[in-house]
């Protein structure tokens, strides 16, 4: 008589999601990184054009279902001749998707640098790319990495799409054990813990960044346990008389 299999003889099967899931977060990440710098850049240009095909973009995006931009993507664009495997065309719309997103972000970093800083490297007939990836980049960043962490724990969160184009990720394995076993509850604690426990690990890899950039921006980094500065005396908080 065969034994009925429980959720714990699947848990290799769930774990073989995970680097799927990171997969998918990473090389996403890797796409809307480069198209959020070139849509801030097409909304900050002087010349309308640019700015209206880059805001169109960012608006088509932020403003429809990014579950319809995949199926779209997914099913729609074969009709034209191009043909996207599952992986690639998750990858498509969550990297564009959250480049749309994030656009704004470096946007707000980019405009943050003093416009003095632009002018004296003008006045110095810098090149733009030296003016831009030594002068501009390197003061805006420390501006975006807290935001560029939230928008990694989002696109964390946003794999789980692309198991509805059937990317065996850490959601479609985890909906495949629950049919094989009937055990909702513990199939899905798992997997919401999964996720928790990778977004932590996200976010404490953001963390050091930050660090390395304010470091190397020459901005002052507290050490990691120093207790937080405030303005209430001491002898407020009980340790002064």
């Known amino acids: ?47 309308a054009v640019l700015r209206c095909a880059a805001g169109f973009v960012i608006e088509l995006f932020r403003g429809s279902s990014a579950l319809v931009q995949l199926f779209w993507a997914f099913y729609v664009l074969p009709m034209f001749g191009i043909h996207l495997p599952p992986m690639a065309a ?22 943050a640098v003093p416009p003095g800083q632009r002018e004296a490297a003008v006045a110095l007939h ?43 990720e850490m959601s479609f394995r985890a909906s495949m054990v629950r049919t094989a076993t009937g055990d909702s509850a513990t199939v899905y604690s798992f997997t919401l813990l999964a996720y928790f426990g990778l977004a932590l690990l996200l976010g404490g ?9 304010n470091r190397r921006a020459g901005r002052e980094v507290q050490p990691l346990f120093a207790r937080r500065r405030t303005n209430i005396p001491e002898w407020a908080l009980g340790g002064g008389k």
């Open 126 to 168: 810098l090149p733009l790319r030296y003016r831009f990836f030594r002068i501009i980049l390197p003061q805006a960043l420390p501006i975006m990495i807290p935001p560029f962490g939230n928008a990694l724990v989002t696109m964390l969160k946003f794999t789980a799409l692309v198991s509805l184009v059937t990317i065996q």
């Open 90 to 111: 998750g990858i498509l719309v969550l990297g564009l998707n959250e480049g749309s997103y994030f656009s704004e972000v470096v946007r707000s970093g980019l405009n």
């Open 1 to 47: 008589m065969h034994s009925v299999p429980t959720f714990w003889d699947f848990v290799p099967f769930l774990l073989a999601g995970i680097p799927v899931t990171l997969e998918l977060t990473f090389l996403s990440m890797a796409l809307a990184l480069p198209v959020s710098v070139i849509l801030a850049l097409g909304r900050n240009s002087p010349h």
């Open 205 to 213: 890899g953001v963390k050091l960044l930050e660090r390395v950039v």
